[in-house]
């Protein structure tokens, strides 16, 4: 089996700083990508950022020249680097992966519990 677990999130003022962090631990054989969503309330689950394992990313429109993401592949890391918050982007950030946990299996989608970020105007 394959754990994501998130940290990082809370409460913080607009315009502010905040940086995710997600470690993958458990049976991994292999990472294709690993990234982040978010849901509000009210509204669907929307992807924010994605990485592959070879450092393509891709963004949201909505998060483009504030967010930005990373990862570490020897500690099955994924880190988001929010900046500029805005009361808008208040949501749970939920870690997700595509990995590998069979020898001959494919990639399986994982997700971790999910942090709350709460941008206060």
């Known amino acids: 089996q394959v754990q994501l677990v998130e940290f990082g999130g809370g409460l913080v003022q607009a ?8 470690v993958a631990s458990g049976r991994i054989l292999g990472i294709n990508a690993m990234g ?8 669907q689950r929307e992807l924010v ?5 070879g450092g393509t990313a891709n963004y949201a429109d909505f998060v483009k020249g504030r967010f930005t993401i990373s990862m570490d592949n020897a500690k099955n890391m994924v880190y988001l680097q929010m900046n500029n918050l805005k009361p808008e982007d208040t949501a749970v950030y939920y870690c997700h992966g595509q990995v590998r946990d069979r020898a001959s299996g494919p990639y399986m989608n994982y997700w971790g519990p999910g942090t709350q970020v709460t941008v206060s105007s």
């Open 15 to 22: 315009e502010g700083p905040r940086r995710l962090s997600c």
């Open 36 to 43: 982040w969503y978010r849901q509000a309330p009210g509204k």
């Open 49 to 53: 950022a994605m990485m592959s394992s």
